[in-house]
């Protein structure tokens, strides 16, 4: 809840394919871990309220960033399968791990998985979080991200 938005990150991995060439390239890990410093592993963040994921930083790996498009934001649809407990989390509102999600780029699919909660990186919600709030102070965005009725989020945003 870093901009007071409903928000937890979610650890996951991530196959991006080209329907083109052919050629799949798997990012994160289905068991991140923290070396000192750094995350081994990819992160999404999912907005319960709103149904929708947020890949901030998806633009890190060169096929996605060529073509310029920000981060994924989208609805999050479920693919079929998991266990009765998964799919009353699912029902609640909660993205439980194994949940795939796909996601059209041009001519890239990227599928991600949830792999896990991610409360123990809490240092990469707070760096989404400001990472975010750079991206919702462009001046495209801004106008909606202010209209959105966040008292804290608008608040920072000035």
């Given at each position: 809840?870093?901009?007071?938005?409903?928000?937890h990150?979610?650890?996951?991995?991530?196959?991006?394919?080209?329907?083109?060439?052919?050629?799949?390239?798997?990012?994160?890990?289905?068991?991140?871990?923290?070396d000192g410093d750094?995350?081994?592993?990819?992160?999404?963040?999912?907005l319960?309220?709103?149904?929708?994921?947020?890949?901030?930083?998806?633009?890190?790996?060169?096929?996605?960033?060529?073509?310029r498009?920000?981060?994924?934001?989208?609805?999050?649809?479920?693919?079929?399968?998991g266990?009765?407990?998964?799919?009353?989390?699912?029902?609640?509102?909660?993205?439980?791990p194994?949940?795939?999600?796909n996601?059209?780029?041009?001519e890239?699919m990227?599928?991600?998985?949830?792999?896990?909660?991610?409360?123990e990186?809490?240092?990469?919600?707070?760096?989404?979080?400001?990472?975010?709030?750079?991206?919702?102070?462009?001046?495209?965005?801004?106008?909606?991200?202010r209209a959105?009725?966040?008292?804290?989020?608008?608040?920072?945003?000035?």
């Amino acid at each position: 809840m870093q901009l007071d938005i409903p928000a937890h990150v979610r650890t996951a991995d991530l196959v991006v394919s080209n329907r083109y060439t052919g050629k799949r390239t798997l990012y994160g890990r289905p068991d991140p871990d923290w070396d000192g410093d750094v995350f081994k592993g990819h992160c999404l963040v999912w907005l319960p309220t709103s149904g929708r994921i947020v890949d901030a930083t998806v633009e890190q790996y060169p096929e996605v960033r060529r073509y310029r498009l920000g981060p994924i934001i989208g609805r999050a649809v479920a693919a079929a399968g998991g266990t009765a407990e998964d799919h009353v989390a699912a029902a609640s509102g909660e993205l439980v791990p194994g949940t795939s999600i796909n996601v059209q780029r041009e001519e890239l699919m990227l599928l991600y998985t949830v792999t896990g909660h991610a409360a123990e990186v809490q240092r990469t919600e707070v760096n989404l979080a400001a990472h975010a709030l750079t991206l919702l102070r462009l001046p495209e965005v801004s106008v909606r991200a202010r209209a959105g009725g966040y008292l804290r989020l608008t608040a920072l945003l000035a």
